[in-house]
């Protein structure tokens, strides 16, 4: 009996996975629900974000946001603490003033180590 429950587990997480991997499944995506002042939406497609440099009020929450509008990218913003892909589509976070790089976060492809962007918070 045991052996079948572990057998259905494992199915269920793969099941999991393979959602988690889905790039339209947009209703199972984890939103960050916590209040922020403004939101900052960022665009992907193969292999670019719509825009090089993105600016933000220091000390201030703001909700980050991604669009994946080709491709199935990821956004890492480094040292921010800010993680986006399909799967978690928002956080809200607050950064000190300072320029952050913003980089796709899933290897997508020939395009990929040229999906960079800066945000400055100021
Ligand atoms: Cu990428």
């Given at each position: 009996m045991r052996k079948k429950w572990t057998a259905?587990?494992?199915?269920?997480?793969?099941?999991?996975m393979l959602a988690a991997c889905?790039?339209?499944?947009?209703?199972?995506?984890?939103q960050d629900t916590a209040a922020a002042s403004q939101d900052?939406?960022?665009r992907a497609t193969n292999w670019k974000f719509d825009k090089t440099e993105y600016r933000v009020p220091k000390d201030t929450p703001i909700r980050y946001m991604?669009?994946?509008?080709?491709?199935?990218?990821?956004v890492e913003i480094e040292k921010a603490?800010?993680?986006l892909?399909?799967?978690?589509?928002?956080?809200?976070?607050?950064?000190?003033?300072?320029t952050y790089t913003i980089?796709?976060?899933i290897v997508?492809?020939?395009g990929h180590l040229s999906m960079q962007a800066k945000l400055v918070v100021e």
């Open positions: 259905v587990l494992a199915a269920l997480t793969l099941v999991g889905g790039g339209k499944n947009d209703n199972a995506a984890e900052l939406v960022i991604l669009e994946n509008e080709q491709g199935a990218h990821g603490g800010v993680k892909s399909n799967g978690k589509k928002s956080k809200v976070a607050t950064l000190a003033a300072g980089k796709c976060s997508c492809g020939q």
